[in-house]
């Protein structure tokens, strides 16, 4: 360690990462060492992987420089890697560095017209373990371009949420608050963990979901569960926290006096972690009418959005998508069929054309013609699947929106 410290301050020393040598060493790299006087004067490292060796490391100290130690601690690790099956040894040392003469001198042969790739990824292993801990994902940024259709509720996400979160510094410019707290409410399946899950994707922040069932799996109460789960995960330099089905942790306590604790510790941990930067919690639910009142005050969420059915604009993407996945012989009818299919949610229009792509697969096993889906295919599919959204729930949502929304 004294020996690595010391040549930090030399510049044609190899870059030194302490804490990774000592990692590559616990998980079985091999390392040869030079003394003289009883002092440690060099080592050379190297990681294997199969009949493969990585030299990661040459350190030897100023004063026994060029005096072939270097070779010496070469030829040293050599034998060792020959006597543990390695066949091929590699080394990236940068022109001019400690130990680039020393492999020469040995026989290796620069390999010329490589270029190095290097990417630093943004989590620390204490951040991974948390993450792991806790069923999370880091997703690729992808998921934002296939959210299809709900322009309304795409652009106001992509306004009032990720962009002053991947702008920090223009937000306080003009003196906005970032936001750290949304409640998306609307009926069932009309994409509000899609759309958390998109908004995490966007902002390469990781995804953690809190379930009430997996909270509620440890010996504590559910509030102090709540309490242990914000205190850890705030521990992470950015996550996305998203809780669903929120009426069902977080309901009037006139009505449910049962849930008093809960709803107590909300208020208290709500405020709190809307101090913290870089953190986002989202919750959602089906029924926002029956959440306590005190907890979806300003102070608590800065946003309210109801995440509603989609229009026919939005239905009329959903099927242009679906179409573009089948082998459909028919003309652009993604109006008309998004004409038929007022109320469908996005797992609707999905079943649905499953559905015509099954009619069309057996027709072709029994009769052997061309797998291809027609119109009468399509029309046949949405006859037979019902939508999920009445116009009793559109009516019941619009009226929640008018009372609700926060934006």
């Excluded at 521990?235 to 669903?244: A, M, P, T």
Aim: hydrophobic fraction near 45%.
């Amino acid at each position: 360690m004294r020996l690595l410290e010391e040549l930090r301050s030399f510049p044609d020393s190899a870059p030194i990462e302490i804490a990774q040598f000592i990692a590559d060493v616990n998980d079985g790299a091999v390392v040869v060492t030079a003394h003289a006087k009883g002092t440690l004067i060099g080592l050379v490292g190297a990681r294997l992987a199969g009949d493969h060796a990585w030299t990661q490391l040459v350190a030897i100290h100023p004063e026994w420089r060029n005096l072939g130690i270097g070779s010496a601690l070469s030829a040293g690790l050599e034998n060792r890697l020959l006597h543990l099956g390695v066949r091929r040894v590699s080394a990236l040392i940068g022109p001019g560095q400690v130990g680039e003469q020393a492999l020469v001198n040995r026989g290796f042969v620069p390999v010329e017209g490589l270029k190095l790739y290097e990417k630093c990824l943004s989590l620390e292993p204490s951040e991974v373990r948390i993450i792991d801990k806790w069923g999370g994902e880091v997703f690729d940024d992808h998921r934002w371009a296939l959210l299809t259709g709900m322009t309304r509720e795409r652009e106001l996400v992509n306004q009032r949420i990720v962009a002053p979160l991947s702008d920090p510094g223009l937000a306080y410019s003009v003196g906005l608050r970032l936001p750290s707290t949304v409640l998306m409410f609307g009926p069932p399946g009309t994409g509000k963990t899609t759309f958390a899950k998109a908004l995490a994707s966007k902002l390469r922040w990781p995804f953690i979901e809190l379930l009430p069932s997996k909270l509620s799996g440890g010996n504590g109460t559910l509030a102090n569960e709540l309490r242990e789960a914000f205190s850890e995960l705030s521990r992470l330099e950015h996550v996305v926290i998203f809780i669903d089905e929120f009426d069902e942790i977080a309901p009037a306590r006139d009505s449910r006096p049962s849930a008093a604790g809960v709803v107590n510790e909300l208020l208290k941990s709500i405020p709190e972690f809307r101090q913290q930067s870089g953190k986002l919690l989202i919750c959602a639910t089906n029924f926002v009418g029956t959440i306590d009142p005190a907890v979806l005050r300003p102070g608590r969420f800065d946003f309210l959005i109801g995440i509603g059915p989609p229009d026919l604009v939005a239905l009329t993407a959903l099927w242009s998508q679906a179409l573009t996945l089948m082998n459909f012989d028919g003309t652009k009818i993604a109006e008309t069929l998004a004409k038929q299919s007022i109320g469908y949610t996005p797992g609707d229009v999905d079943l649905a054309a499953q559905r015509a792509a099954a009619s069309a697969f057996s027709r072709a096993q029994i009769d052997g013609s061309v797998p291809v889906v027609s119109e009468d295919d399509l029309l046949n599919a949405i006859g037979r699947t019902q939508p999920s959204i009445s116009p009793d729930m559109v009516e019941d949502f619009n009226a929640e929106v008018i009372k609700f929304e926060r934006i």
